[in-house]
């Protein structure tokens, strides 16, 4: 095939780069069928440069794709919303849990330093003499 018109690049890098977007837009309007799968890379004999063209066969290496991302829909986006709230919820618990916690440790730790005080200060009452 000739390859005047066809698009020339520097190198095999551009040229994949550019394959991988045609496979991904041609996969994706069905523009050429199945035969996206077929588009490779190559360089020119004629030219010297890279294009993107179609192997008769399915290339060695060829992997299909993933299937592209569904998108999800209401009621999966509702439930993962309820599960993220639960967890939310969970989280605020336990931090009000541990905020009550520090909170009656603090009042404890208040409540004994009083009586320490309490108690050294009768200590200083015995030896001193009233
Ligand atoms: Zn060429």
């Known amino acids: 095939m000739e390859c005047g018109q066809k698009i020339r690049y520097q ?4 040229a994949d780069e550019a394959c991988r977007k045609l496979i991904a837009d041609n996969r994706q309007t069905g523009k050429i069928g199945k035969s996206w799968k077929r588009l490779n890379t190559y360089r020119c004999h004629q030219c010297g440069y890279w294009h993107i063209g179609r192997h008769n066969k399915l290339p060695k290496d060829f992997r299909p ?23 939310l919820d969970r989280e605020r618990r336990q931090r009000a ?22 108690c050294v200060l009768a200590i200083e009452r015995m030896f001193l003499g009233e």
């Open 11 to 14: 190198n095999k890098s551009l």
């Open 65 to 87: 794709l993933p299937p592209p991302k569904k998108v999800p829909s209401a009621g999966e986006i509702r439930r993962r919303v309820e599960r993220l709230e639960k967890h």
């Open 97 to 118: 849990y541990l905020i009550g916690k520090v909170v009656e440790l603090d009042r404890q730790q208040a409540a004994l330093e009083k009586e320490r005080r309490e």
